[in-house]
């Protein structure tokens, strides 16, 4: 049973860093793709930055620069580093797991985390 926990939200005021983990068990996250999703209040959920098995990444524009996605494959998690944060950085961050980076784009697809709460107060 593959399951996802996040961890590492909270509240920051602007221009301060979080770090958020995604500890996963039941598989292996060296061997997928993993994503991590944001969803503001009222808006859809979209992808922030993703990684795939072979460790190609990518970022949401708005994020590049600021946000650093990463992988400790011993501890079987993957992180988002999330610098000069601001309040359009306010959302529910999910981390997803798939067997490949189109698993992980395809919403109905793959594994989701319940999601942590980011809040950056200005």
């Known amino acids: 049973q593959v399951q996802l926990v996040e961890s590492g939200g909270g509240l920051v005021q602007a221009g301060g860093s979080l770090r958020l983990s995604c500890a996963v068990s039941g598989t292996t996250v060296s061997i997928n793709a993993m994503g991590w999703f944001q969803q503001a209040p009222g808006k859809q959920r979209e992808l922030v930055a993703a990684i795939t098995s072979s460790g190609t990444i990518t970022y949401k524009d708005s994020v590049r620069g600021r946000f650093t996605i990463s992988r400790d494959n011993a501890k079987n998690t993957v992180y988002l580093q999330m610098n000069s944060l601001s309040s359009d950085d306010t959302a529910v961050y999910y981390c997803?797991?798939?067997?490949?980076?189109?698993?992980?784009?395809?919403?109905?697809?793959?594994?989701w985390g319940q999601g942590t709460q980011v809040t950056v107060s200005s």
């Open positions: 997803k797991l798939g067997s490949s980076l189109r698993t992980v784009l395809t919403g109905s697809l793959g594994y």
